[in-house]
C-alpha cells in the first residue's frame, strides 16, 4: 500500500467514526516543491478559512475541526485529530472547533 491508499484508509476510517464522508486524497502533479515551500502557519481560532491550498496539517493539540474542505469538495467534520499527527492532502478550506495546527502551503 503506498502513502496515498494508506492516507485514504486512514480518513475514511476516521470519517465512519464521525459519520461522515472521507476526504478524497489524490497524488500530487510532482511540481517538486516541499511541503510548506510557500508558507507555514499557525492558527488556534475558529475563524474559518478559505481558498487554501494547504498540502499538510500538523496538530499541535488535539484537534476537532468543524470543516475540513479537499480539493473535491467533500469535507468531514467533528472528527478528532490527535497531537502530532500530520495529515496530507489539499484542502482547501479549515474551521477549527478546538486546538491548534500549523498547516503548509
Do not use: H
Not at 467514526?17 to 472521507?22: D, L, R, V
Not at 488556534?44 to 480539493?71: C, N, P, Y
Not at 500530520?86 to 482547501?92: H, L
Request: glycine letters at 18%; hydrophobic letters at 40%; aromatic letters at 8%.
Amino acid at each position: 500500500m503506498n502513502e496515498v491508499d494508506a492516507l485514504r484508509a486512514i480518513l475514511g476510517y476516521l470519517a465512519g467514526i464521525a459519520g461522515g464522508t472521507p476526504i478524497p486524497v489524490t497524488q500530487g502533479a510532482g511540481s517538486g516543491a516541499a511541503y510548506g515551500a510557500n508558507s507555514a502557519t499557525l492558527e488556534s481560532g475558529t475563524t474559518a478559512l478559505t481558498g487554501l491550498r494547504a498540502g499538510a496539517i500538523t496538530m499541535l493539540s488535539d484537534t476537532v475541526f468543524s470543516t475540513l474542505t479537499g480539493m473535491a469538495g467533500d469535507s468531514v467534520g467533528g472528527v478528532t485529530f490527535p497531537k502530532g499527527v500530520t495529515i496530507y492532502g489539499q484542502f482547501t478550506a479549515i474551521t477549527l472547533t478546538s486546538g491548534s495546527i500549523v498547516f503548509y502551503q
